[in-house]
C-alpha cells in the first residue's frame, strides 16, 4: 500500500511558478498511475492531471499550457510544475494514487490513496 507526502505549497503573485513534489513509499511506484488534484474552500476536489505508468497524460482545461505533471520512477516522486499562476488556482493540492482503474480520469473516485495535501496561494 503506497503512502503519499507532498511539499513545495508556499504564496506566489499572479504570474509566478511553483513546483509541488509527491514522495511515495510503500509500494511499487511504478505500477500506479497518479494525479495531482485540489479543492477549494466551498468547492468539490477536481482533478488537475494525471500521469500513467508510461508517462501518458491528461490534464484539466484550465491548467492546460500552464501546468506540467511529470514523474520519476526512479526517486519515486510526482512532480506538478506550475506556472502563469492564476487567484483562481488557489487551493490545497492533493497527490493521488491509482490502480486498475481509470488512469486518465480526473475523477477522485478513480484514485484508492491520498496524501495529506499543500496549500497553494495565488496573490493578485
Known amino acids: 500500500q503506497v503512502q503519499l507526502v507532498e511539499s513545495g505549497g508556499g504564496s506566489v503573485q499572479a504570474g509566478g511558478s511553483l513546483r509541488l513534489s509527491c514522495a511515495a513509499s510503500g509500494g511499487t511506484y511504478s505500477a500506479y498511475y497518479m494525479g495531482w488534484f485540489r479543492q477549494a474552500p466551498g468547492k468539490e476536489r477536481e482533478g488537475v492531471a494525471t500521469?500513467?505508468?508510461?508517462?501518458?497524460?491528461t490534464y484539466a482545461d484550465s491548467v492546460k499550457g500552464r501546468f506540467t505533471i511529470s514523474r520519476d520512477n526512479a526517486k519515486n516522486t510526482l512532480y506538478l510544475e506550475m506556472n502563469s499562476l492564476k487567484p483562481e488556482d488557489t487551493a490545497m493540492y492533493y497527490c493521488a494514487a491509482g490502480r486498475f482503474r481509470k488512469w486518465w480520469s480526473l475523477v477522485p473516485t478513480d484514485f484508492g490513496y491520498w496524501g495529506q495535501g499543500t496549500q497553494v496561494t495565488v496573490s493578485s
Open positions: 500521469i500513467a505508468s508510461d508517462r501518458s497524460t
